[in-house]
Nanobody, 126 residues
Framework: QVQLVESGGGLVQAGGSLRLSCAAS????????MGWFRQAPGKEREFVAA????????GYADSVKGRFTISRDNAKNTMYLQMNTLKPEDTAVYYC???????????????????WGEGTQVTVSS
């Protein structure tokens, strides 16, 4: 099994920045692609960003493209999400996800991921 723990969430003013981290433990050798999803109150959980096992390929939702950057450090078993120019509509619980495989294309659907963290709250005030 793989355990994922997110950190770095908090309250920030619009235009500000936050950096989320996702630390993996357990059978980390089984982790392939990873991603971030978010869920706002009353809404479905949605794709935010994903990164291939090597870090050589990344993908983003249109709503965050150009503002968010996903990265990973496999030596530290940690994935990151740098969020800049935050907007109130970015307010949500952010979830880390890991797949037990490597995909040919960036995986953007929830069903593509096998392991999930508990989430970290991000609140952006206007």
């Amino acid at each position: 099994q793989v355990q994922l723990v997110e950190s770095g969430g908090g309250l920030v003013q619009a235009g500000g920045s936050l950096r989320l981290s996702c630390a993996a433990s357990g059978r980390t050798f089984s982790i392939g692609d990873m991603g971030w999803f978010r869920q706002a109150p009353g809404k479905e959980r949605e794709f935010v960003a994903a990164i291939s096992w090597s870090g050589g390929a990344t993908g983003y939702a249109d709503s965050v493209k150009g503002r968010f950057t996903i990265s990973r450090d496999n030596a530290k078993n940690t994935m990151y999400l740098q969020m800049n120019t935050l907007k109130p509509e970015d307010t949500a619980v952010y979830y880390c996800a890991a797949a037990a495989r490597v995909y040919h294309l960036i995986a953007t659907t929830r069903g593509s991921y096998d392991y999930w963290g508990e989430g970290t709250q991000v609140t952006v005030s206007s």
